[in-house]
C-alpha cells in the first residue's frame, strides 16, 4: 500500500506562487502516474496535472496551463507542483495521487491518494 504525503499549502495573495510536494512512502517506479487534483467546497474534485512516472510525460488542465508546473524526482518518491500566478479560483484543497494506469483527469484512473493540503489565493 504506497501512501503519499502533500506538503507545501498555504495562504497566498493573488499572483502568488506555491510549490506543493508529494513523497510517496515507497519507489514509484510501480507506478504509472502520479497526479495532481484539488477539490473546492461544495464542488467535485477535479484533475489538474499529471506526469508519467517512466518518462516525463506531462499533462494539465486548461484553466492551470501556463501558470502551474508538475515535475517528479525519482529519487526522492516525490512529485512536486510549482502553482505561478495563483488565482481565487485556485483556492482548494488539492490532494496527490497516484497510480497504474494512463495518466488522466478522473479520480478512477489512480489507486492511492493523500490526505490534501489546503491552498487559499487572497485577493
Known amino acids: 500500500q504506497v501512501q503519499l504525503a502533500e506538503s507545501g499549502g498555504g495562504s497566498v495573495q493573488v499572483g502568488g506562487t506555491l510549490t506543493l510536494s508529494c513523497e510517496a512512502s515507497?519507489?514509484?517506479?510501480?507506478?504509472?502516474?502520479m497526479g495532481w487534483f484539488r477539490q473546492a467546497p461544495g464542488k467535485e474534485r477535479e484533475g489538474v496535472a499529471g506526469?508519467?512516472?517512466?518518462?516525463?510525460?506531462?499533462h494539465y488542465e486548461d484553466s492551470v496551463k501556463g501558470r502551474f508546473t508538475i515535475s517528479r524526482d525519482s529519487a526522492k518518491n516525490t512529485a512536486y507542483l510549482q502553482m505561478n500566478s495563483l488565482k481565487p479560483e485556485d483556492s482548494a484543497m488539492y490532494y496527490c495521487?497516484?497510480?497504474?494506469?494512463?495518466?488522466?483527469?478522473?479520480?478512477?484512473?489512480?489507486?492511492?491518494w493523500g490526505q490534501g493540503t489546503q491552498v487559499t489565493v487572497s485577493s
Open positions: 495521487a497516484a497510480g497504474s494506469n494512463l495518466c488522466g483527469m478522473s479520480t478512477g484512473r489512480y489507486n492511492y
Open positions: 515507497e519507489s514509484t517506479g510501480n507506478l504509472n502516474c
Open positions: 506526469i508519467y512516472t517512466y518518462d516525463g510525460r506531462v
